[in-house]
């Protein structure tokens, strides 16, 4: 299994508690510029996996919310 099929079954929580991780080491500092490259893409990364579960969830909200109205 590759790293990104990996990625994508990540679940919304272990995604944005990565993405906690990794905002808190680059907040810290020390790192070398090709680490915080590095940092900030599988941020961009994790965000969008976390992006990507809030809309399925607001998918799922908004029909249902149609289904009871009808």
């Given at each position: 299994m590759t790293d990104e099929n990996k990625d994508e079954r990540l679940s919304y929580e272990q995604a944005r508690?990565?993405?906690a991780?990794?905002?808190e080491r680059l907040e810290a500092g020390g790192t070398t510029l090709e680490?915080?490259?590095a940092?900030?893409?599988r941020g961009e990364?994790?965000?969008g996996i976390c992006q990507?579960?809030?809309d399925g969830?607001?998918?799922r909200i908004d029909?249902?919310?149609q289904e009871s109205a009808s």
């Open positions: 508690a990565e993405l991780s990794v905002v680490e915080s490259l940092l900030w893409e990364k994790l965000a990507r579960w809030l969830a607001r998918a029909a249902a919310r």
